[in-house]
């Protein structure tokens, strides 16, 4: 997992590289040409958006009896065995709901899937509170997933939804933007 270091006032901060995603993958995202500071290089303007989507769409391995029949473990195998003390296995485990249907109580599971892989900002002090919303809307066979972020002082760092399950979010370039 990517660690959010609070940076010494008298060093230049290491800002990681944003990422974009576009349904079924993410990839860094690059300014253009014509950046005033940094033309073709990687853009580093969200890092806390960058770190959501991360936690969220990365497959965490599961324990094997997480697993349905014919479902293949996923995520990184290294979080199987070489996780050091504080720390917790990379992404989440909304994967497991992808083959589900929209049953009574989804949403519930989806949550807590959400809030777990999210807790790593809490404990890092990244933000102070998360907030997540399911809400499974049947008729276009789609479950949303709202997450809400806020700092120490109540401010509302992050505010986006996903899309899960049978579509994926389209395109997010500026995951920021709401």
Known sequence: MLKIIPADDAEEP???????????S????????????????FRA????????????MTDRRVDPSELR??????????????I???????GSKLWLLRRSALYDGIEIKAQDYAREALQPLIAQGAVARVDVT???????????LAVALYGRDGTKLYDNKFELLWRQIDGVADPLAY
């Open 69 to 82: 029949s014919g479902d293949e473990n996923r995520g990184w195998i290294g979080d199987s065995f070489d």
């Open 84 to 90: 050091g003390e504080g720390e917790t296995p990379l």
């Open 26 to 41: 993410g990839d860094l995202i690059l300014n253009a040409l014509t950046h005033p500071t940094a033309p073709g290089d």
């Open 45 to 56: 303007e969200q890092g806390l958006a960058t770190q959501v989507l991360i936690c969220l």
């Open 14 to 24: 290491y800002r990681s590289p944003d990422l974009g995603w576009d349904g079924l």
């Open 134 to 144: 399911a809400t499974a809307n049947r008729l276009l066979k789609r479950l949303d």
